[in-house]
């Protein structure tokens, strides 16, 4: 928890990994390229104090990640989400089995997802089911650029994707959190696009989608999506480190953001162990909307960053929340229910 000005903050990160990048477990030069891709991302969007170095970052400890997370960045609860890259890397990048051996020791703290690939047929829905029967997953995440053999991506909208997801929901799994955002090398861009999201939010409207990154690039693109799909969500992994880098930009995508989708479907991610959690959070309750923008945009309330940092995705996880942390998050939006966009409320008004 952080607590500042009076303000208690339950934090909730919804976007950590437990990788192996280092040189031992990369299969080819596609895998050290991504790994390097990874630490440029880390070491030019991070204060200067936080940066590691690159061989501590190819392949960090347990204890980094225990210590970094929930005794020095006030992390609650943190929730894995796997990205498998089994073409890169010799035992796969960030795995839920690796994540999840170190879920079984904390499970006060660390929650775990799975994942699928509609490319892996029949075979890949019994994997489904055992890691569901194994970790009782909440949630799975999706990688739609990740390379398999001649393939170089895969759409939400494919008839196998929609097989998978149809398990996912017949396996009382709600939570469908998909990379759609920057190219990581030697992906390819493309694959990234947030076209397929309207597609299958409409068709499996008991699904929530948490759209990792929301979008970037492709930010208005992904805001148009949400406003007319209510159980679309944002997940702010990689948009957050902007705060340090360009505050301005990082301003313009929290303001956009809060106009389309509001304060109810916006979720905290550290995309450790890429940046610190830390810095961001002190970052964030810190940040306002610049004055010559809030016209436009409003401000941030402690209430909204209550919501962001913790609430939301406490909500979509069954996550109880300790007396003292301040308002609950309001129900979720519901199939059929018009979303209008607005401007974030001022308070006072």
């Known amino acids: 928890m952080y607590s500042k000005d009076g303000e208690n903050y339950f934090i909730v990160d919804s976007h950590i990994h437990f990788w192996d990048g280092g040189p031992a477990n990369q299969r080819n030069r596609y895998g050290e390229g991504f790994t390097n891709c990874f630490y440029d991302y880390h070491r030019n969007l991070s204060p200067e104090e936080y940066v590691w170095s690159a061989e501590k970052f190819g392949n960090y400890s347990e204890q980094d ?90 759409k939400l909208s494919d008839p196998w994707a929609y097989r998978y997801l149809e398990k996912v929901q017949e396996l009382g799994i709600r939570n469908v959190h998909v990379h759609k955002g920057p190219t990581i090398y030697p992906l390819n861009r493309d694959a990234f696009d947030v076209a397929d999201v309207d597609d299958a939010a409409t068709a499996f409207p008991e699904l929530r989608f948490i759209i990792e990154h929301v979008g970037l690039p492709r930010l208005e693109d992904f805001c148009w999506i949400a406003t007319q799909e209510p159980n679309v969500y944002g997940g702010l992994a990689v948009a957050m480190p902007f705060i340090h880098s360009r505050p301005r930009y990082f ?77 609950s998050a309001p129900a979720e939006p519901v199939a059929g229910e018009t979303v209008g966009a607005g401007p974030v409320p001022v308070a006072g008004e």
């Open 65 to 154: 990640l225990m210590t970094n997370l929930f005794e020095e960045g006030y992390v609650d609860k943190a929730i894995f989400q796997p990205t498998y890259l089994t073409d890169f890397y010799v035992n796969g990048f960030n795995t839920t089995e690796r994540n999840g051996a170190l879920a079984e020791k904390h499970p006060d703290k660390l929650i775990v997802n799975g994942s699928f690939d509609p490319r892996d047929g029949e075979g890949g829905l019994e994997k489904l089911e055992q890691l569901h029967a194994r970790w009782n997953l909440k949630g799975v995440k999706l990688y739609t650029a990740e390379w398999k053999g001649e393939s170089k991506g895969w």
């Open 251 to 327: 301003a313009q995508i929290i303001g956009e953001l809060l106009y389309w989708l509001d304060d109810n479907r916006l979720t905290f991610a550290s995309d450790y162990a890429i940046w610190h959690p830390k810095w961001l959070i002190e970052k964030f309750v810190d940040f306002q909307i610049p004055e010559d923008m809030q016209a436009e945009y409003g401000v941030l309330t402690p209430d909204i960053k209550k919501k962001i940092l913790g609430l939301n995705a406490a909500r979509l996880y069954d996550l109880e929340v300790p007396a003292g942390c301040g308002l």
